[in-house]
């Protein structure tokens, strides 16, 4: 969704973050296969389920398996 973790870390620290529709504010919050994510982003909102983790960091197309796209809602 962002390039950047610390990019990432603003988005929830400013409530644009929600799991399981709850709204959260720390970046250290744990997910878990399963959850759902909701995420406001400029003109968008998307809604994300978590279906898997890596074990290290990658690129961009290897992060895409590890959602599935459950919504997204455009914003005027």
Not at 31 to 41: F, M, R, S, Y
Not at 45 to 62: M, P, Q, Y
Request: hydrophobic residues 40%; proline residues 1%.
């Amino acid at each position: 969704m962002v390039k950047a973790r610390t990019s990432a870390a603003e988005l929830v620290e400013s409530g644009h973050v929600r799991v399981n529709g709850v709204r959260e504010t720390s970046p250290g919050h744990a997910i878990k296969i399963g959850d759902v994510l909701t995420i406001a982003l400029d003109r968008a909102v998307r809604v994300l389920k978590v279906t898997a983790f890596n074990e290290r960091r990658g690129d961009a197309a290897s992060a895409r398996v590890l959602y599935e796209e459950v919504g997204d809602v455009k914003r005027n």
